[in-house]
């Protein structure tokens, strides 16, 4: 989950790596070269994240972070960045670029709210920031945990690409939850195989090289276990079932929360991939309409005539993202989750609710992960201001699906009910989407 997998490249330089599982892949030279340059300018377009408020304001002198004996800036940039501490998730396996200082007596921990995700190790040389600018996706920033740095908070300028923008982030500058099966030192075994986890990936699979604490009934995953070195059976998932403490562990003091809440993980798997979908959208649409603006100049062909392969471009990304959007081929549960901490009373209380009291933020936690649906992120700014053309393309076929005039079959794990409930929720609380709806 928003691990960063291990950048090769330049380990002098703290590369936020935040993709909270770490990916061994390299994305190609040449598609790094396609976002640093014209439609997308990765590194040279103004970014307006929330790591970058944080730094003006900082830098105006509106802002101050301060310094703690235990925790280093940990404490305060949480507090300015508004990431509820009970956010907190654990991850022993080394796969970030502070892999020397992870063990499973001493795991990474990441905090994150909708939209920001600080990477934290007890004795680690930086803390790892990233944050989602509406226009151009997760973008990486490192904060040195030395009281003599003046709190200053650098961006990261392309190190990072090699491993956040990969087929394993869509192609786009994002992020990944990983999970992997760890020897008692946190080192992977990558022969026995890695899964990037959402809410699609089956319980069995998740949170391999993960702390995870919660109920979660019959179900078993691969968290809270270190693995042997047998690749026939590399785990027994008894062992990390259904775990409440982390006391017997680690010294659970060190962090600013006990535990490594599952449901917190989930949300975590899930919003890190929708974030992906949302940025590949934003890039797909300017990709396609800077092909067709060069194409038609060597054609000779007016400025503004569309192409096929334009128009096939943006419905291709936009029925990939509804179908996230919208939890198709979600893993449905087979026991009741529950976490042991603040983390769902706190996400759920974020709202907005309309007149029946009604949030896409409600868990479910019983058959799948929300009561409602369709993902609390089409509320996020990132959504909003996807291009007019795609954003308009996605809310059509939305309202089409939830009135249930849409003929397809990618649909029909919603029920009436949930199409009803959805539609209603949304047009109370989400602005200009009753007029949408009404048209």
């Not at 939209?115 to 920031?129: A, C, K, M, S």
Request: with cysteine; glycine share 6%; hydrophobic share 35%.
């Amino acid at each position: 989950m928003i691990f960063f997998t291990s950048c090769r490249a330049n380990l002098a330089k703290s590369c936020a790596l935040l993709s909270v599982l770490i990916s061994s892949e390299s994305f190609s030279f040449a598609a790094l070269e396609d976002i640093a340059k014209e439609p997308i300018n990765y590194n040279s377009a103004p970014v307006y994240d929330r790591v970058f408020r944080l730094i003006k304001k900082i830098e105006q002198g509106d802002a101050k972070l301060e310094w703690d004996n235990q925790r280093g800036w940990l404490p305060s940039i949480l507090e300015h960045l508004n990431i509820h501490p009970s956010s907190q998730t654990l991850v022993f396996s080394k796969t970030s670029l502070q892999l020397r200082v992870i063990t499973p007596q001493s795991p990474r921990a990441i905090y994150f709210n909708d939209d920001t995700y600080v990477g934290w190790t007890q004795f680690g040389n930086v803390i790892e920031l990233s944050a989602v600018d509406p226009i151009q996706g997760a973008i990486f920033y490192t904060l040195p945990q030395n009281k003599m740095s003046k709190s200053k908070i650098d961006r990261d300028r392309g190190d990072c690409m090699s491993c956040h923008c990969t087929f394993k982030t869509k192609g786009v500058p994002g992020y990944l939850v990983r999970s992997v099966f760890t020897d008692g030192n946190g080192q992977p075994y990558f022969r026995f195989g890695t899964t990037t986890t959402d809410h699609t990936t089956p319980f069995s699979d998740r949170f391999g090289g993960w702390y995870v604490t919660g109920t979660h009934g019959r179900m078993r995953h691969r968290g809270n276990v270190i693995a042997r070195d047998d690749y026939s059976n590399p785990i027994d998932p008894e062992q990390g079932a259904n775990k409440t403490r982390l006391d017997d562990v680690i010294r659970t003091s060190s962090y600013l929360a006990n535990g490594s809440d599952i449901v917190a993980l989930m949300v975590l798997e899930h919003q890190s991939q929708m974030h992906n979908y949302i940025t590949k959208a934003s890039y797909e649409y300017r990709f396609a309409m800077h092909y067709q603006k060069v194409m038609n100049k060597a054609l000779g062909r007016p400025p503004g005539h569309q192409i096929e392969t334009s128009k096939n471009r943006i419905v291709s990304a936009g029925e990939r993202l509804l179908k996230y959007l919208l939890f198709d081929d979600e893993c449905f549960l087979e026991d009741s989750v529950e976490g042991t901490s603040v983390f769902a009373e706190h996400f759920t209380s974020l709202g907005p609710r309309d007149s029946k009291g009604r949030s896409l933020r409600d868990f479910d936690l019983k058959r799948r992960m929300f009561r409602y649906p369709c993902s609390f992120l089409i509320y996020s700014k990132t959504f909003d201001q996807l291009p007019e053309p795609i954003l308009t393309y996605v809310e059509r076929r939305l309202i089409e699906i939830l009135k249930d005039e849409d003929t397809g079959t990618d649909f029909v794990h919603l029920s009436k009910k949930d199409r009803i409930a959805i539609l209603e929720i949304l047009m109370e609380t989400k602005q200009g989407f009753r007029a949408k709806v009404n048209r």
